[in-house]
T-cell receptor, first 112, second 113 residues
Framework: SAVISQKPSRDICQRGTSLTIQCQVDSQVTMMFWYRQQPGQSLTLIATANQGSEATYESGFVIDKFPISRPNLTFSTLTVSNMSPEDSSIYLC?????????FGSGTRLTVV | KQEVTQIPAALSVPEGENLVLNCSFT??????LQWFRQDPGKGLTSLLL?????REQTSGRLNASLDKSSGRSTLYIAASQPGDSATYLC????????????FGKGTRLSVIA
């Protein structure tokens, strides 16, 4: 099964700053998905990242706020820009494999 | 638009009890359904995957069933243990390609020793 290494596992950031989250997969995958989980809520899809093209964002999420890079088939980053306390959430990356979806261990972000 | 609902939102049971978690979805045209476990502040661990053509899957003390036509799935946990305490998430996949999962809000389970 695929293994995803996600970093950092947690961070406390000042409002107005940016944080970049990294996901490294141990096999090549076409698509990577980025999710947000706000406190007490389920997972909401932010965007889908395909290597070599711009990410596709879901309604309510914009590239200026959540820029995504996908430089190759095993790596992606999500940046949370100009953070506010409302951005405090767990952020997770995911890939689809034949046997189902695999998730990174998550990044727990607190904005103060 | 697919919507996934999980009932109950929270459940507390004594150790050793058998329990059932419920998941329903509005669009029965799913490719598969996956159950996950999430410990507080952590990522997701896949428990069971049921393809749309299957009726159930088993792994150890866990059994998941799928009734695609009625839009329902259940996760049965036998002989619950305190280590089973976590949030259980149900998610459906609509297509065979790289389509994202649609999640329910989860059931928060507490198993009391």
């Amino acid at each position: 099964s695929a293994v995803i290494s996600q970093k950092p596992s947690r961070d406390i950031c000042q409002r107005g700053t940016s944080l970049t989250i990294q996901c490294q997969v141990d096999s090549q995958v076409t698509m990577m998905f980025w999710y947000r989980q706000q406190p007490g809520q389920s997972l909401t899809l932010i965007a889908t990242a395909n290597q070599g093209s711009e990410a596709t964002y879901e309604s309510g999420f914009v590239i200026d706020k959540f820029p995504i890079s996908r430089p190759n088939l095993t790596f992606s980053t999500l940046t949370v820009s100009n953070m506010s306390p409302e951005d405090s959430s767990i952020y997770l990356c995911s890939v689809a494999m034949n046997y189902g979806y695999t998730f990174g261990s998550g990044t727990r972000l607190t904005v103060v | 638009k697919q919507e996934v609902t999980q009932i109950p939102a929270a459940l507390s049971v004594p150790e050793g009890e058998n329990l059932v978690l419920n998941c329903s979805f509005t669009d029965s045209a799913i490719y598969n359904l996956q159950w996950f476990r999430q410990d507080p502040g952590k990522g997701l661990t896949s428990l069971l995957l049921i393809q749309s053509s299957q009726r159930e899957q088993t792994s150890g003390r866990l059994n998941a069933s799928l009734d695609k036509s009625s839009g329902r799935s259940t996760l049965y946990i036998a002989a619950s243990q305190p280590g089973d305490s976590a949030t259980y998430l149900c998610a459906v996949r609509q297509g065979s390609g790289n389509t994202p999962l649609v999640f329910g809000k989860g059931t928060r389970l507490s198993v009391i020793a």
